[in-house]
């Protein structure tokens, strides 16, 4: 059975949901894909209340065994900040109350993971999406992408989850690609670097 993963990339506007299953050979393969999007002219709670619905549709359709979301980083837009930590919130409450673990992923292990390289721009990211779950055309629009690389992220990774079926959904199998072998190193140099300081 393969592992499922619900990626978010949190945001008011546009929250990107994609759904992908990692098989025991980690092979990702594209369950759903799509975008809730709010209207800013909305009260902020009606906006809120909009993401935590359509995600709540998605996760009770789609069933994930769990939710891999981007980390809030400060930016110098505060605004912006604060919104898509308020878009966080509703999608941790969401997978909470279902029991599902929710696990937080930078930007930078996210483009480490799918492109092999943690300074990746949009469009490298999401053409190595394109290419690993063999879409047709590329995902669109770019929030899409950067949900389904969250997920695909996760799966690769194989970061422990609250599914007892995780494990065999993975084969027990930790065969890697060049770029996953490519972010362990990444994630490996960082760590030492954060020890030399």
């Known amino acids: 059975m393969p592992l499922r993963v619900l990626g ?7 929250c990107g949901v994609g759904v992908v299953d990692i098989d025991a050979r980690r092979r990702a393969s594209l369950v759903a894909v799509t975008v809730i999007r709010t209207e800013p002219s909305l009260p902020l709670e009606q906006r809120l209340l909009a993401i935590g619905t359509e995600l709540a549709e998605l996760l009770d359709e789609h069933r994930p065994h769990v939710v891999a979301l981007e980390r809030v980083f400060a930016q110098h837009n505060v605004r912006t900040v604060m919104g898509t930590a308020q878009a966080s919130g509703v999608v941790l409450h969401a997978a909470a109350a279902r029991g599902l673990t929710v696990t937080l992923h930078t930007p930078t292990e996210v483009k480490a993971a799918v492109t092999g390289h943690g300074g990746a721009d949009k469009k490298q990211v999401t053409a190595m999406v394109q290419r690993i779950l063999r879409l047709d055309a590329p995902p669109n629009p770019a929030d899409a992408a950067d949900a ?3 997920a695909i992220c996760h799966g690769w990774r194989g970061a422990p989850v609250a599914h007892s079926g995780a494990e065999e959904a993975l084969g027990g199998v930790q065969r890697s690609t060049p770029a996953q072998d490519a972010w362990r190193a990444a994630e490996k140099s960082a760590r030492a670097r954060k020890l030399d300081r």
């Open 148 to 150: 389904l690389a969250l």
């Open 8 to 14: 978010v990339d949190p945001g008011l506007t546009r």
